[in-house]
């Protein structure tokens, strides 16, 4: 399948700019919240996912994931909810274990590798008769997809998938975001990870030290205090990055999916643009854009961004 590189979509002036798109797409293009339906999803451990919907196809719909310490009603899942909705899809738009509002139960909150509930929440969609079923995902969203898709059978009734801004070696985007500005988005992440995390060591004591919990500074501290002991399946750092990394599940996917990461994203870093791996699949397209920042992609002459309009361009396509 294709890698494009040079493709017409190009920003304003002052929004080809990674940083200042990326923001102008949390705080200042702001999109109602759909009116949703909220439904809490029991899981097989009797913890719970909090999930939204707006029904109005039964035939076609569209299921959300939203990025690291989002929720179903972040500006970016706004708006892709709301153009696929005037494009007459029904949506769902789920939230990860602790997010959407409500804390949940358990000890475990959710990671790039943590599929089973996305797995979860497909099936779901599936038992209320819908026979195509399309996936979107930002950022971790998007990793969780790709993870999903490379690791699992998935169902016939997944007619295509899109991946926004999306890490493909997890170490990579790990090292980008502690560089220059983009600090300012880890220390954002981590503040809301670690308090979450904070909370789960009162109430879980005998898995997690607080004063280890107090000293998480950056991604690798909370794969390493966290997520290796609680959600268990990885040795060490260096194999959890291996086994979480969409990068390494690619390879066996076989439905389409579009993976679109902008060069100048302050987050990513170089190799989450994987130009070989899209010459050579056969089912997942890539496109790299100059501009676009990190799940922004404003448009000139459109309110919606490009990263949208392209995916569900590529979904009727398929």
Known sequence: MPFIKSISYKPRRFLQNGHLATIYAGLINRFDTPEYSRKKLILPDSDFLLLDSYEQNPEKALIICHGLEGNSRKNYNNVCANYFLKKGYSVFAWNNR???????????????????????????????????????????GGAQILNLLGKRRISEKIKASAAISSPYYLQSSADKIREGFSQIYLNRFIRKIRAKILLKSELYPELLSSSDVKSIKNFDDVIQQFVIPVHGGYKDLKDYYKKASPGYAVENISSPVLMINALNDPILGKIDHPAGMAQNH???????????????????NSDFPYSVLRAAEFFEES
């Open 98 to 140: 602790s997010c959407g509002g409500k804390m949940n139960n358990s000890c475990k909150l959710y990671h790039h590798d943590g599929i089973d509930e996305l797995e979860f929440v497909i099936k779901y969609v599936e038992k209320l008769g819908y026979q195509k079923i399309y996936l979107i995902g930002f950022s971790l």
């Open 282 to 300: 056969e089912f997942v397209f890539l496109e790299a854009p100059e501009f676009g920042g990190h799940c922004a992609f404003p448009m000139a």
